[in-house]
């Protein structure tokens, strides 16, 4: 069931060859499935923006992380496309420039007159796994990371 659910279903699923988000996209173009899957996923990620936008009752900020966030113009457009009427505008050509790919730690990739500010912000989970681990092994872990001292924190410090 476990494998099932992890590895035949989401993409795999909808698409019948290919589990891999790459893969998609680079097939979107001749292959309905894998237009429909990336579809799915725009359509659903969309829904969440406005619930979460909707629960939050105002919103300063949309921030795109990790993965997909950080590295895919393509669907960060597709995801903002059509949330003008919740304030989020994209600025495409900020859009196309902020890839951590291609060294962009972080950047605002709405327009100057969106109400809600969209940002870029690349990540680095193993570094934090490595510091976290490190912590813990010295004693000085705290659980609230607000409160760690990270190194990357340290750099943002300095600039």
């Known amino acids: ?59 300063d900020a949309l921030v795109f992380t990790a993965g997909v966030g ?26 196309a420039k902020a890839l951590a790919r291609k060294g962009v730690d972080e950047a605002v990739i709405s327009t100057p007159d969106s109400r809600v500010k969209v940002f870029m912000v690349a990540t680095n989970e193993e570094l934090v796994i490595v510091e976290d681990t490190l912590a813990i092994m010295n004693g000085t872990y705290n659980p609230n990371h607000l409160k760690m001292d990270y190194s990357f924190a340290k750099q943002q410090k300095t600039r």
């Not at 494998?3 to 790459?22: I, P, Q, V, W, Y």
């Not at 001749?30 to 406005?50: F, Q, S």
């Not at 960060?76 to 900020?94: A, H, V, Y």
């Open 1 to 59: 069931m476990q494998k099932h659910l992890n590895k035949d279903s989401g993409l795999m699923g909808l698409t019948e060859c290919f589990a891999d988000r790459r893969d998609v996209e680079e097939n979107k173009d001749g292959n309905d499935k894998c237009r429909l899957a990336i579809d799915t996923e725009v359509h659903n990620v969309k829904k969440y923006i406005g619930a979460y936008m909707a629960e939050l009752g105002h919103t």
């Open 70 to 95: 950080e590295n895919d113009d393509y669907l960060r457009e597709r995801f903002c496309t059509g949330l003008e009427n919740l304030g989020i505008k994209l600025d495409k050509e900020k859009n």
